[in-house]
Structures are given as structure tokens and as C-alpha cells.
């Protein structure tokens, strides 16, 4: 089986556009539509076709060129099953646990309910990418607009649970401001600082931070690192659950 090959860009002001193609039968998807007129232009630049759009959450930033895109194309729409009333054109719908197929890749539906009530994140194992759009950002996590804490950090354990040499795209380059909210939160944490003055240079010349892996999340990512001692002692949280503190780290970036 050929490796995929993958083509990231900017849509709207910080929303990523991914392709996802299949050299061998051509077959083509979409993560998301945050855009119609930057995803044609990475067809045409690359001399690809879309065949599908593969859609997380409802939110307009994601699903806003769904229509526009399938007449153009007739490409299939896959989306949350829990969502699929307000996922235009969707023609498929999946849950958690499911797993379908890219071109003879599997792809595996993970549900991570919290940034939306229905927000799932798609995982193809054999290809060690996962697309976790609003769920997971590099140095944060989406919004709680449909869920509690609880609920985005049992969400947030699911994708912890994935290998550490995962790949992950994600939906927004938010990275320079959650860069600098990560070191209040984990300001003893060396890979941090250096993955921050990155990311501070990388964002300076225009250059995007995506993607990232899952190992380097979970050395540096504070959202998923609720249970380290030295960010307990520093939030005084020492004897609460990881919920709990993952709430707490949720709240001050809210009020960042
Ligand atoms: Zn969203
Ligand atoms: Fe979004």
C-alpha cells in the first residue's frame, strides 16, 4: 500500500485546510471545508480530485464549503452520526468505534464529545495520522461549548491512549497563543520552553506548527498533562482528581 500524501494550508484567518490522497487510486479527501476557494486551489497546485470530505463537528468554520464542494465534485460526505442534522450534505454517517475505509486505509471514528456534543476525530492506524480538528490543538484543546470538563478529558484520554509516533493535524494554528499560556501553567518544563521558542520563530516567518505528534503533546501539551506533579503543586491542586485540574487549566485559558 502506498503512503498517503498529505497537503496542509490556511482557510479563513486560522482555520487548516488538510488533503489527504491516495497516489495509487487517485481517491482524494478533504478534512473538513473550512473554505471553498483554498481547498480548489490545493487540488489544482497538487492536480488532485476530491472524492470525499471527512467532516468532526458542526461548527460553520468547518462544514462551510460541504455544499459547494459536493455539487462540484459529487465527493461523499462523512461526518458524526451525532450531528448529522446539522452537517450540510452529509451522506454518511459514523459513531464511535466504527471504522470505514480511505482508499484501502482504515479509518477508525473515534468520538470526542466537549468542544461539540457529536465531535468526532478520524484515526488511521496503519498510516499512524490522526485528524483531530477542534478536539486537539498543539499546546491546547478546543473550547468547551457542548460538554463539561469531565466529558472533554475522558475525550482527551482517548487520543492520549494513541501512540506516541501518531501524527496529528489539527483544526486551527492557535499554537503562538497557546505556547504562551502553556509556560504559566508548566513553567518548569525545558521541552516546553524550547518548543515555544519555536514556535514563536516558526510563526514569526509565517511557517505553521501543524502537524504535531502525539508523544510531543503529552511531554508539553498541558491540557493533556493533568496528572503531572509539578503542575498540580504549581496550580495547589495536589490532591484533585485529573478532571478537576484539567478544568482548572480549561478555566485560566479561557480568561488567558
Ligand atoms: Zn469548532
Ligand atoms: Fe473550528
Keep these: 500500500m502506498a503512503a498517503l500524501e498529505l497537503d496542509l494550508f490556511l482557510c479563513r484567518t486560522d482555520n487548516f485546510g488538510v488533503l489527504l490522497h491516495d497516489p495509487q487510486s487517485g481517491a482524494t479527501a478533504s478534512i473538513d471545508a473550512p473554505e471553498e476557494k483554498p481547498i480548489l486551489e490545493a487540488l489544482e497546485r497538487r492536480g488532485w480530485t476530491l472524492t470525499h470530505i471527512l467532516t468532526t463537528h458542526h461548527h460553520g468554520d468547518h462544514v462551510a464549503a460541504n455544499v459547494a464542494l459536493k455539487e462540484r465534485f459529487d465527493a461523499i460526505i462523512i461526518g458524526p452520526a451525532a450531528e448529522a442534522a446539522s452537517i ?19 479509518v477508525n471514528v473515534i468520538e470526542t464529545p466537549g468542544h461539540t456534543a457529536g465531535h468526532i476525530c478520524f484515526y488511521l492506524p496503519q498510516d499512524k495520522l490522526l485528524f483531530a480538528a477542534d478536539t486537539l490543538f498543539a499546546l491546547g484543546c478546543g473550547r468547551l461549548f457542548e460538554g463539561t470538563p469531565e ?9 492520549l491512549a494513541l501512540p506516541d509516533d501518531t501524527t496529528v493535524y489539527f483544526g486551527h494554528e492557535y499554537t503562538l497563543s497557546n505556547a504562551r499560556f502553556a509556560v504559566t501553567i508548566d513553567p518548569d518544563n525545558a521541552e516546553l520552553k524550547t518548543r515555544a521558542a519555536e514556535i514563536e520563530e516558526t510563526r514569526c516567518d509565517g511557517g505553521f506548527t501543524a502537524p504535531t505528534t502525539i508523544g510531543l503533546e503529552k511531554r508539553t501539551n498541558p491540557f493533556l498533562r493533568a496528572a503531572d506533579p509539578k503542575i498540580r503543586s504549581h496550580l495547589g491542586m495536589e490532591g484533585a482528581s485529573d478532571a478537576a485540574v484539567f478544568a482548572e487549566i480549561r478555566k485560566r485559558k479561557d480568561n488567558f
Aim: net charge neutral; charged share 20%.
Design 88 to 106: 450540510p450534505g452529509i451522506d454518511q454517517s459514523v459513531r464511535h468505534g466504527e471504522r470505514f475505509d480511505f482508499a484501502g486505509h482504515p
Design 151 to 159: 466529558t472533554m478529558w475522558q475525550s482527551l484520554s482517548r487520543l
